[in-house]
């Protein structure tokens, strides 16, 4: 069974780049049609999609954050990672790495603050 587990810094200033890594065990981020995204849900609001990374390496943003987002892979360690620049207090919310709509990591919290 695929598990999914976001790690990173749980504070960031604003004006940096926040950056999460989701480390991916009991399946391979390069399996065939397989693709890994990145989800977040600001406090009190509802869960929003920032985008994913496919088994081949390409990646789809959600247009309204495709400006500042990055999403790589470390194929050697089975992760992936989201990258935000330009961070400010909108920006946070529970981050969270997904395989699919079944398999979701636990979430780990993110605080835009100076």
């Known amino acids: 069974q695929v598990q999914l587990q976001e790690s990173g810094p749980g504070l960031v200033k604003p004006s940096q780049t926040l950056s999460l890594t989701c480390t991916v065990s009991g399946g391979s981020i390069t399996t065939n049609y397989y693709y890994w995204s990145w989800i ?38 089975n992760q992936f990672t989201l990258q935000l620049s330009s961070v400010t207090p909108e920006d946070t919310g529970v981050y969270r790495c997904a395989f699919g709509a079944a398999y979701w990591g636990q979430g780990t919290q993110v605080t835009v603050s100076s």
């Open 40 to 77: 977040r849900q600001p406090p009190g609001k509802g869960l929003e999609w920032i985008g994913y990374i496919r088994y081949s390496g390409s990646t789809y943003y959600s247009p309204s954050l495709k400006s500042r987002t990055n999403i790589s892979r470390d194929t050697s360690k």
